[in-house]
């Protein structure tokens, strides 16, 4: 619940003075901004901000140059940030799926890695299908769970054996 002192503050405020605190908090906290336009913008301004983390997740996997060494501490992080401006489920869910997709490239390109990643990875997948399931999006994310399982068929780590059996138990 909103702290009492707030709450009469807000209370107390004209139209015009809530709108002032609005803007004041939308231009001191990024993430303020940020989530009133996944809110409110439009689909263009919302797609804009999803790829912009999408791009950032995928130079941790595959940088303009060099080896990526994606830390998933550092995925983690944008995940969470995004998390903190996200409106639609739907948009997380692809993100995460976005980001495993990464991971599974990664693995093609450079071969196994260590169990670490994997883990990070399957933790990843299962958040995405528990909210699939929550959501009802099992038709629209389908087929990219397949292609997932697909590309991790020969992988090792018990990779593929997790992903199935994550995809069994939310998709099934």
Known sequence: PMPIPLKKHLQELT????????????K????VKSWYEMELGDSRQQTA???EV?????KQYFPS???????????????????K???????????LLY???????????YGDIDERFYIATETAYEEALKL???????TQFRERCDEILLATRHMGWGFYDTLKEITEEYLE
Request: charge should be positive.
């Open 99 to 109: 980001r495993v997709e990464q991971a599974v490239a990664f693995t093609a390109a």
């Open 132 to 138: 699939v399931k929550a959501h009802g999006y099992e």
């Open 65 to 83: 140059r060099g080896y990526g060494t994606p830390k998933a501490a550092v995925v983690r992080k944008l995940i969470s940030d995004f998390k």
């Open 85 to 95: 401006i996200s409106v639609f489920p739907y948009d997380l869910i692809d993100l």
């Open 49 to 51: 901000l999803l790829d």
């Open 15 to 26: 139209k015009d003075e809530l709108v002032e605190e609005v803007l004041k908090l939308a």
């Open 54 to 58: 999408k791009a950032k997740i995928k």
């Open 28 to 31: 001191k906290f990024k993430e």
